[in-house]
């Protein structure tokens, strides 16, 4: 966790828990600070920490803004806000995940769907399923030949 990053976020202004309204010159001062050396966006990734699934909105923001080289590593959270349509986030997320390069995208793809399997949750291969609706990968672009049928275990 960063002090800094701490200080703001006690703010109302910045505070990316429980306010729902934060301007974007404060995201974005938000978005710069994530991605200086030291400073870790994922220690304050944990959805159990946000009032509103509302304010989700204000990490996915915070993402968008980022320089790409950064923003891949949150890749697999982006994909892990799939496991619920009904999600306000849910959308956005899909939004936020075509801008991604395919080439970047397909390996976290493969594990959330095998995750999603493994924990027999459907909903969340539904999800990813509406992802891949936009974002056309051919079975042959999986590692695991079998990964592309997993998408049949959808339950919506």
Not at 48 to 58: A, D, H, L, R
Request: net charge negative.
């Amino acid at each position: 966790m960063s002090a800094v990053i701490d200080n703001l976020i006690s703010k109302e202004e910045y505070n990316i828990y429980e306010n729902r309204n934060i301007s974007d010159e404060n995201l974005e001062e938000l978005a710069v600070l994530f991605q200086m050396e030291g400073n870790n966006l994922e220690d304050y990734l944990y959805l159990g920490n946000y009032k509103s699934k509302f304010c989700w909105f204000n990490i996915l923001h915070i993402i968008e803004k980022m320089k790409y080289s950064m923003k891949i590593r949150y890749i697999p959270f982006l994909i892990r806000l799939l496991q619920d349509a009904n999600w306000p986030a849910f959308e956005y997320a899909v939004s936020l995940l075509f801008s991604y390069n395919k080439s970047d995208l397909i390996p976290f793809i493969e594990d959330a769907l095998w995750k999603a399997y493994k924990s027999d949750d459907g909903m969340w291969i539904s999800g990813i399923d509406i992802l891949l609706e936009h974002i056309p990968i051919k079975p042959s672009e999986f590692e695991n030949p079998k990964t592309y049928g997993l998408l049949k275990y959808g339950d919506f």
